[in-house]
Each structure stands twice: as C-alpha cells, then as structure tokens.
Nanobody, 121 residues
C-alpha cells in the first residue's frame, strides 16, 4: 500500500506559479499511475492531470492544458504538478492519487490528504 503526502500549496496572485509535490512511500512508485485532482467548494472533484506508469503522453484537462504540467521522478518517489499562469478559478484543494494499472481515467486506489491552493485576483 502506498502513502501519499502533498506539499507546495499556498496563496498566490493571479498569473503566478506554484509547484505541488507528491511524495510517495510504502510501494513501488514506478508501478503506479499518478493523478492530480482538485475540488473547489461546491464543485465535484475533477482530474486535472495524470501520468501513467506505463509511460506515454500524460493527461491534462482542457481547463489547465498549456498552463499545468505533470511530471514524476521515480527515483525520488515523487510526482509534481507545475502550475503556471494561475487563475482565480484554479482555487481548490489539490489531491495526489495513485492507482495500480496504466489507465489514467479509472478509479484511483490511494489518496493524499490534499493541499490548498488559493489564487487571489
């Protein structure tokens, strides 16, 4: 079983940048597909970006494409979400999640506690 801990959230002005980190322990990180989700107050949780353990092109939601970039360093058991050109609508709690298997869109098995990102205008 893998344990996930997010960090890097905070308060930033519109147009600014943040980099979220997701540190994994307790499993073979390279064998997991990793996703970043977010949930804003009153809204459903959405998949923002994902990286399959099997390689290939990562997934980025249309709402963040060109602004957010997911990456992973399997040697460090860490995934990242680089967020640039942040907008007020990016304000949410961001969660890191992992799943066994290469499909980035199916249910995730393991979740972090989340980190708050607040973008002020």
């Amino acid at each position: 079983q893998v344990h996930l801990v997010e960090s890097g959230g905070g308060l930033v002005q519109t147009g600014g940048s943040l980099r979220l980190s997701c540190a994994a322990s307790g499993g073979t990180f390279s064998a997991y597909t990793v996703g970043w989700f977010r949930q804003a107050p009153g809204k459903e949780r959405e998949l923002v970006a994902a990286s399959s353990w099997g390689g290939g092109s990562p997934y980025h939601a249309n709402s963040v494409k060109g602004r957010f970039t997911i990456s992973r360093d399997n040697a460090k058991n860490t995934a990242y979400l680089q967020m640039d050109s942040l907008k007020a609508e990016d304000t949410a709690v961001y969660y890191c999640a992992a799943r066994v298997g290469a499909n980035m869109m199916e249910n995730y098995d393991y979740w972090g506690q989340g980190t708050q990102v607040t973008v002020s205008s």
